[in-house]
C-alpha cells in the first residue's frame, strides 16, 4: 500500500480503494445482520452468519488501512501493529 501511495495520484487511489472496501464491509455486516445471503438453517445458516460478519470486519480493517496511507497520516500503521518489515 505505501508503494501505491508513492505513485501519481496514489493516495487518491487509496482514498477510492479504502472507500470500496469499507462499502463491502458494511454490505458483509448488513448480510449478517439480516441473514439475506443466508441458504442453511440452523447451526449451519449461524455460522455462515458469522463468516459474513468476520469478513465484514476483515475488510473494514483494509478499508482503514488504506484510507490512513492515503490520507498520509497513517503510514506503517499495519507494519508497526504486525512488526514485521515488508521492503
Not at 448480510?31 to 475488510?59: D, L, N, P, W
Request: positive net charge; charged residues 10%; aromatic residues 10%.
Amino acid at each position: 500500500l505505501q508503494r501505491i501511495a508513492a505513485q501519481p495520484f496514489g493516495e487518491l487511489a487509496l482514498w477510492v480503494i479504502g472507500a470500496g472496501l469499507l462499502a463491502y464491509a458494511l454490505w458483509r455486516f448488513v448480510s449478517a445482520a439480516s441473514g439475506s445471503e443466508v441458504r442453511e438453517q440452523g447451526a449451519k445458516g449461524k455460522a455462515e452468519r458469522i463468516g459474513q460478519f468476520v469478513s465484514g470486519i476483515t475488510y473494514a480493517g483494509l478499508g482503514i488501512s488504506a484510507l490512513g496511507l492515503g490520507g498520509g497520516s497513517g503510514g506503517g500503521t499495519l507494519i508497526t501493529i504486525t512488526g514485521n518489515n515488508f521492503p
